[in-house]
């Protein structure tokens, strides 16, 4: 399953329609089951692209 960071809390309507888009580009999918995994938490926002923390490798828990 693709996952999808917000990482730039400076345009919510900007973050709104790629949740839209996404939204729109797994309609009529099936309805029980994410295409993507959606993470939003002002943490990934913070400092550059270096210094943010990396998601957990796959098969893995936090």
């Known amino acids: 399953m693709p996952l999808v960071i917000r990482t730039d809390y ?7 329609e790629v949740v ?7 309609e009529g ?3 029980w ?3 993507v ?3 939003e938490d002002r943490r990934w926002g913070a400092g550059s ?3 943010r923390p990396l ?3 796959r098969g893995t828990r936090s």
């Open 10 to 16: 400076t345009d919510d309507a900007a973050w709104r």
């Open 20 to 26: 839209a888009a996404l939204e729109r580009a797994v």
């Open 29 to 31: 999918e099936r309805e």
């Open 33 to 35: 089951e994410a295409a």
């Open 37 to 39: 995994h959606l993470v």
């Open 49 to 51: 692209p270096a210094t």
């Open 55 to 57: 998601p957990p490798r």
